[in-house]
């Protein structure tokens, strides 16, 4: 029963290791401590995974001690796993091995690897952390914990410039979005007096639904805030384009996997609570449309592979939360499960990609790399065909599953998702088909590439077996699948809840119509690709004289880091020094500090001219402070 | 037998008010004789002469309360403790002036901010 | 004799409160504890008496005036500034001690009361009074004063001893 704690615990002492032993540990020594740290992690997740699995609708309470006890504020330090949770620590554990075997290979050439490995055992536990805990505020402390490993992890190459900053960057909006989470807390602790989730949602299943502005929307839209601050939405999304400054493991393990679905997941684990809140979900379904749309349409022209792939992650995150905003909780969850696979392994195709380069990221450089990565390029193109949406893959199964279930909520909402998901098979293949297909255009880069060591090309083809079969778990009713995921997590996001949300009729025509349609738009969206992007780059040169405005404004991306940077950085840099000026400078310094500094030392000054040094003076003095006592005396006597 | 003196015949008889005045205006020369001159070896007199008041003062009381030996008793504690305050006294002056040799007291002033 | 001894020490007081000479301030000191003594014996008090000519007199006045022969110093240096607010201050708290004094043993009901005992009859105190008294009811304090006298030795001697 207790060896749940060991699923954070283990990495935890990983990271202790090397973060405190580890520069003076061989290299293989510290690379064996955080690989065994998260494999015996993993395999406790595993164990769990098979004992939730024998009885999903059981939810496992592990209490291990009071953390916060003040009067009715009852916070345990309590685990909790069911479905849902086990579910995520798979992932994350699973994912997260492969990703330190694959580290090995690709931070091979770097120093300080201890401190690498530190990091990232110390993120696997934050992120356990989070998803076992059993309250808000313990899960809150994970919640931090993955922001502050994720600032870590970004500054990793703390030499360049850009690096510190875009992690600086990453911890900024991030904190944005945890006052929101902060408050949300309050609000909800305010109105149910507890912050338990199971108290919490017993509570909830005895309200009614809010159809007006009150309470549980207001904590809904705070809580919603915190999740587009950590899962990149807008208006917090853009960190996560520039968080690929961090080593791409990194970007794979934090920044597409795990760290950045903390926010579906939380939602998924407070379901209860916003199906209360529909103003909330239909706000969540249009940032969720827009953040995928926006964010596809930035993809389109990036010349880095990684921010191709960062965007793309910000897009996928939208379609996501566009399936929690209609209710399809289950659905929004299985495409984190479905994505953590097939875009970690794009990632870590691009970090071999990368390597293989020596450190190149430009793709209108590479090209060709076919015959050179066979093994590279046949996994990525596993995980490019999920993410495009082809059939029969994961990303097919939970991506229609999203869209099927928004266009019953609303077409219009299901017409946008179909836009994204048409840009999205376009600059999935463009950037392949840049990469792999077609002439070498820098043969220099070319001619030194090289396929990587197997300690990278492992995890590569086991992540895309994982992503092959993740479909399994979810294939749609519609198409003949039985839809495992939806009826595990059934228990778990429903949450013996008295009000359902609204229950879909399956309407089988419907399914079948919806899917062609995507399916079509996205194979001739894809094969437009082809055809402009086989020949290399003229199409994009000739499309970029004639739509300049247009390619700009994609390129750039809306243009929307230099609005940020003038219209909220720069004002807020006036103020602050508007502040320092007047408020440090004059107020607290000047007035606060300075003055009654300089009043004592006139006073001072004033009074050291009794201080004479002189014998005789000083005997006056007390004299006269003897007569004043007698006379006080005296006076005081009658 | 004899009638109770007045007070401006104590003053002048030697009754207890008269030793008292006595005691006072000798505490009082000794006194000034510390806060107006500057010699140390004339303040050390004032000081002196501060303690033979008060001896008087203390001997005067004893012989108004019946004469009773405590009084000289502590005026011969008084006395050792004038010749240590002597002694100790007499050997800083000396040490002083050796520092300075000066024996103004206003010069002795390094104790100052 | 009383208004005899009482002029003898005061006067003599002032003079060497006065004097710019530092031997003959020390002299006219000499003379103020004999006055000093002469009212020890007006009180009835002859070995109290006996005590200041020999202790006062005889020993600190002869080391004081070994000191001031020693340090070779006998005039006042003249002033380095005048201190005028510490002398017209100090005046003034002298006139207003002594007009306090005047007006407390003048008004006190205490020192009135006291001061119609009668006193005709009290007996000189003798050194077998003295002894007893000392010895019986303060060992404690007597043995302290010789330890302080010792104490006060030794800390005389190094301090003007430049190397012990």
């Known amino acids: 029963m207790n060896s749940a704690i060991l699923i954070p615990l283990i990495p935890f002492l990983g990271f202790a290791l090397n973060g405190l032993v580890g520069h003076r540990l061989s290299r293989a020594l510290s690379n064996f401590i955080a690989c065994s740290a998260i494999a015996s992690s993993f395999a406790l997740s595993l164990v769990w995974f098979i004992r939730v699995l024998e009885n999903p609708q059981h939810r496992f309470d592990l209490m291990i001690g009071q953390w916060i006890a003040v009067d009715y504020l009852q916070i345990p330090f309590a685990f909790v796993i069911d479905a849902l949770s086990s579910i995520m620590l798979l992932v994350i554990t699973g994912i997260g091995l492969l990703i330190h075997i694959y580290s090995i290979g690709y931070m091979h050439h770097e120093k300080a690897t201890a401190r690498f490995f530190a990091y990232l055992n110390l993120f696997v536990f934050f992120m356990t952390l989070l998803v076992m805990s059993s309250s808000l505020p313990l899960l809150f402390v994970g919640w931090e914990g993955v922001g502050l490993c994720s600032y870590l992890l970004i500054g990793y190459y703390f030499e360049t410039e850009e690096a510190p900053r875009a992690g600086l960057k990453a911890f900024l909006y991030n904190r944005v979005g945890d006052v929101g989470v902060l408050l949300g807390m309050m609000i909800l602790f305010l109105v149910f007096k507890t912050l338990t989730i199971s108290d919490l949602l017993q509570q909830v299943s005895q309200r009614g639904v809010e159809n007006y502005f009150g309470w549980l929307t207001f904590a809904t839209l705070m809580l919603f805030l915190g999740c587009t601050g950590k899962s990149a939405q807008i208006p917090l999304y853009l960190w996560l384009p520039d968080a690929m400054a961090g080593p791409t493991p990194v970007s794979a393990l934090i920044h597409a996997a795990t760290m950045v679905t903390s926010g579906i997941y939380l939602v998924c684990r407070l379901a209860p609570l916003f199906v209360l809140a529909p103003h909330t979900l239909h706000l969540i379904a249009w940032i969720g449309v827009l953040t995928a749309l926006f964010a596809a349409t930035m993809a389109l022209f990036q010349k880095d592979i990684k921010k191709v792939l960062a965007y793309s992650t910000v897009s996928q995150l939208g379609f996501m939360f566009l399936g929690l905003g209609v209710t399809g909780f289950s659905a929004g969850f299985f495409h984190v499960f479905t994505h953590a696979w097939f875009k970690a392994l794009l990632f870590l195709g691009a970090g071999s990609v990368i390597v293989a380069l020596h450190h190149e990221q430009d793709i209108f450089k590479m090209g060709g790399l076919r015959k050179k990565l066979p093994i590279t390029f046949y996994t990525m193109l596993i995980g490019a065909l999920c993410l495009m949406g082809f059939p029969g893959t994961s990303g097919f199964a939970s991506k229609d599953e999203i869209l099927y279930l928004t266009y019953l909520h609303s077409p219009m909402l299901w017409s946008l998702g179909v836009l994204a998901a048409v840009c999205t098979a376009f600059y999935t293949t463009r950037f392949m088909v840049l990469v792999f297909a077609g002439q070498p255009r820098d043969l220099n880069i070319f001619d030194h590439a090289h396929e990587s060591p197997w300690w990278m090309t492992i995890p590569l083809i086991l992540l895309s077996l994982g992503a092959l079969v993740a479909v399994m778990f979810g294939w749609p009713e519609a198409f003949g699948g039985h839809n495992r995921i939806a009826s595990w997590l059934q228990s778990a996001i429903h949450y013996a809840q008295s009000i359902q949300p609204e229950v879909h009729e399956l309407h089988i025509g419907l399914a079948w119509k919806l899917a062609i349609i995507t399916t079509v738009a996205s194979l001739l969206s894809a094969g437009l690709a082809w055809k402009l992007y086989a020949e290399g780059l003229e199409w994009e040169q000739k499309f970029e004289k004639k739509c300049l405005h247009t390619y700009r404004i994609l390129r750039e991306k809306y243009y929307v880091d230099q609005a940020v940077q003038t219209l909220i950085i720069n004002p807020f840099f006036r103020l602050g020094q508007v502040f320092w000026k007047l408020g440090d400078v004059i107020l607290i310094d000047g007035i606060g500090v300075n003055l009654p500094g300089a009043v004592t030392h006139v006073m001072g000054d004033l009074g050291s001219h009794l201080q004479t040094g002189r014998l005789r003076n000083y005997t006056l003095l007390s004299l006269l402070g003897l007569l004043g006592l007698l006379v006080l005396l005296w006076s005081g006597r009658t | ?113 | 004799m009383f208004l005899a001894f009482a002029l003898l020490t005061l006067g003599s007081a002032l003079a060497m409160a006065f004097q710019k000479n530092v031997i003959v301030a020390g002299l006219f000191l000499v003379a103020t504890f004999i006055g000093v003594a002469g009212l020890f014996v007006l009180l009835s008090n002859p070995v109290s008496a006996a005590l200041q000519i020999i202790v006062y007199a005889g020993a600190i006045l002869v080391l004081l005036l070994f000191v001031i022969m020693m340090l070779n110093a006998h005039e006042e240096e003249p002033p380095q500034e005048d201190l005028y607010i510490q002398r017209y201050l100090g005046l003034g708290v002298g006139v207003l001690m002594i007009g306090g004094s005047f007006w407390f043993i003048k008004e006190s009901k205490l020192l009135q009361s006291l001061s119609e005992r009668p006193v005709n009859q009290v007996a000189p105190v003798s050194l077998n009074h003295i002894g007893t008294e000392m010895l019986s009811h303060h060992l404690v304090p007597f043995e302290m004063i010789g330890l302080l006298l010792l104490v006060s030795m030794i800390g005389a001697i190094s301090l003007v001893k430049k190397r012990l």
């Open chain 2, 1 to 113: 037998m004899t009638e109770p003196l007045s007070f401006f015949q104590a003053l002048w008889m030697g009754g207890l008010q008269g030793y008292l005045w006595v005691g006072f205006l000798l505490f009082i020369i000794g006194l000034m004789t510390v806060v107006l001159r500057r010699s140390f070896l004339l303040q050390f007199m004032g000081i002196e002469l501060m303690l033979n008041a008060i001896n008087i003062i203390l001997l005067a009381f004893g012989k108004w309360h019946g004469g009773i030996p405590t009084a000289s008793t502590f005026y011969l504690f008084i006395i050792g403790v004038a010749a240590c305050e002597a002694a100790v006294g007499l050997a800083l002056i000396v040490e002083l002036y050796r520092l300075k040799s000066t024996t103004d007291a206003d010069q002795h002033s390094g104790l100052r901010h």
